[in-house]
Structure formats: C-alpha cells, structure tokens
C-alpha cells in the first residue's frame, strides 16, 4: 500500500536541537523515514535562545527547515501550509494555540495534531492549563496522533471528539542505532532530562543499587539535575548527550535503565524512544513497569522489570553475560519488526489516507469517485 509523494508541513517543538527536549530525536528519525518514502517534509520550528545555543543538528539533510521568531512572521509561510497535503502541530510548540487555530485555518490538505506528551496533555486540557491545545481543536483537527495507545485513543475520540485518534508511538532509525564492539564501561546505565516525576525511580532502580553495588560503575546522562542530588561516587554524571554518541553510550553500558514518568506510567501503553533505541543497540534494558509494557516487549524474555533496589541488584547479579545477549538480541528483532522510523512513517500514510481515500486511489490508479472523503 503506497500513496503519492506527499508535501507535509510540520510544526513541532525542535528538530535541530535535542537540548533537554525528547521531540527532536523522534522528528528527526520519522522525518528521515518520510523523506526515504519519497515524500517532502518542510518543519516550522520557534527560533528560541536555548536551542539556538545547542543546535546539534542545525541543517538536516533530509527537510527543509523554517526558524521562525513569531506568529507574525510564521504568516509569511501560508503558501506552504495552504498548498501541504498534510500539515502535522506537535505537542509543546510555543504559541501552538493561536498555530494550531492559523494552520485549521488555513490548510486545505489534512490536518493532524501530534501529541508526543498526551498523558500529560490530557491530564491538563479538561482545565485549561495546555498552551498548545485547547478542547475545541481536538474536534478540528482530522487526526489525533498520540504517543500513548490503548483505552486513551478511546478516550480522545469519545470524550474530547477527535474524530479520528491513532497511536504513532516513537520509534528508532534502525541504521543509526545497533549493536556495535564496545567496552562495557557502566554495569547500569541511564539517559534522560531530569523530571521531578521521574527521580523517585531513578533514586530507587539506579542510586539506590548504585549504594548496593559499591565495585561497579554507573552512569546517568541528562541536563537539569538539582545541584542538591547526593550522587555515590560510583555514579559518574554526564551533563548532555548528543544524539550522535546514543549509540555509543548504549553499547558501553551492561545494561541500560528505562525510567517512565508518572503520567505515562498512569496512562500505560507509552513507550519511551529510549526504550526502542536501546533495544536496537542490543543493550538489554531493565524497566519499571506499566500497563501495556509486555505488548511492546516480553518480560524476562526481551526486557527486565525491577519495582525496587532490592530486585534490580537481584536482576543485574543474575543474569550471566550469555543471557544479557540474549536479552539485547531478543529486543532488537522485536524493534526491528515494528518499531522503525520506516514503519511508523508507513503507518502514517495509512492514517492520511483513512482521511483522504480519494487520494489514495487516485495514487493506485482507481478512479475517484468525486465524493467528499470521510473523515475517520
């Protein structure tokens, strides 16, 4: 199932920069997979200072990119928007309200808004308190595109009216992210932006084992941790990651912690990029849990779960280095086959054309019947 080349407009948080945001990392690999499927990816970015300072990747190679100062300015661009097959607001884009309301006005093609934090964003919408979206967009936009499965597609359609609300999970670019030689520098290791949500287990399945494990070594990645955190002298810190050394810091580590926030975890059925980047690096992943986690990867047989210091020291003395490859392996062949840039790009022209099915068969030589296309 294929459609024609599309011209796509994207409006998220950042692309060039990975600086304390997750977006840039999951736009970066579906819009290189959107480019590899023949289609033209422009993204709209807020020129803001603290991603101006820290822009990893300023010029892709495989989008256009739009650095805007202001809603004003963005008006410039309404040929763009208007003349978009499909135009896609993203979750946390500054201003996204008053976005969102000029691109519903304004685009002809389908209009979608990706929410890369709907846990959070739900939580918050019914009173108010999300810059980005308000209740009376979600029944504008044609699709809702969620990070988080599950009961909450349900409950965007039926209790906030989106007519249509998909799960277009994160997902890894399987050719910068796998298994490479490497010394097994940290016996447990994390990635991940500070989160006051998220620090309880990070001082429970890390720090705490960290105390328990006193000859080995640890290490957590991330900006933004509190200068008060009384790190033990085996957990080395490093300040920021850039993507382009993901990999390499996978591949270093024994095993590698996957940390869920509170709303994710609350929601279920919301896997984090760092889960299906890890896996495609073969490190075995040790977990918290959360409702949905063994759809996305087996317990004990693709992925660890640890609830408390105590099982986490458990699992990491346990399990023997033929094991822990065998866990590595395991999860890289179930990412590997469904969890690519490449399939959720497919998946997504499978939701463009659920809207558009004139479209799609006029792109597979049907004729077009001449009827509106429905809407979900």
Not at 168 to 195: I, N
Request: hydrophobic residues 40%; negative net charge; contains cysteine.
């Amino acid at each position: 199932m294929t459609v024609n080349p599309l011209r796509i407009a994207i409006f998220g948080l950042s692309i060039t920069s990975s600086w304390g945001n997750g977006h840039a990392t999951t736009y970066r690999a579906l819009v290189r997979a959107l480019h590899r499927r023949g289609h033209e990816v422009q993204f709209f970015e807020r020129d803001a200072t603290w991603y101006a300072h820290n822009r990893d990747l300023p010029e892709p190679g495989f989008c256009g990119v739009t650095l805007y100062e202001s809603l004003d300015a963005l008006r410039g661009f309404a040929d763009r928007v208007r003349d978009a097959d499909l135009v896609i607001v993203g979750s946390y884009v500054p201003e996204g309200i008053a976005v969102g309301d000029w691109v519903l006005e304004t685009a002809r093609g389908v209009t979608a808004f990706y929410d890369i934090d709907t846990p959070v964003t739900l939580a918050r919408l019914p009173r108010g308190e999300v810059d980005y979206l308000t209740v009376e967009q979600v029944r504008r936009y044609d699709m809702y595109l969620s990070f988080t499965g599950g009961p909450t597609l349900n409950r965007i359609e039926q209790e906030f009216g989106s007519p249509m609300a998909r799960a277009l999970y994160c997902s890894v670019d399987e050719d910068v992210y796998f298994p490479e030689q490497a010394k097994r520098h940290w016996r447990l290791g994390y990635m991940g932006t500070y989160s006051a949500d998220r620090q309880p287990t990070v001082e429970r399945l890390l720090i705490g084992v960290a105390e328990q494990m006193p000859t080995e070594r640890f290490v957590v990645a991330g900006p933004q941790y509190p200068t008060d955190i009384r790190w033990p002298v085996n957990v080395q810190r490093i300040q920021h990651l850039a993507p382009d050394h993901h990999r390499s810091f996978y591949n270093s580590q024994a095993v590698t912690l996957n940390v869920t926030r509170a709303d994710m975890i609350a929601a279920g059925h919301s896997p984090s990029v760092r889960l299906f980047e890890a896996a495609a690096c073969g490190t075995p992943i040790l977990s918290d849990w959360w409702e949905g986690l063994d759809g996305f990867f087996e317990p004990d047989r693709e992925i660890l779960i640890a609830r408390s210091s105590e099982e986490a020291v458990e699992r990491l003395a346990s399990v023997s280095t033929e094991r822990r490859a065998m866990l590595g392996m395991q999860a890289r062949s179930r990412v590997l086959a469904g969890h690519t840039a490449m399939h959720r790009a497919m998946e997504l022209e499978q939701f463009y054309t659920a809207v558009r099915p004139s479209l799609f068969a006029v792109a597979n030589g049907h004729a077009d019947t001449g009827k509106p296309a429905p809407v979900g």
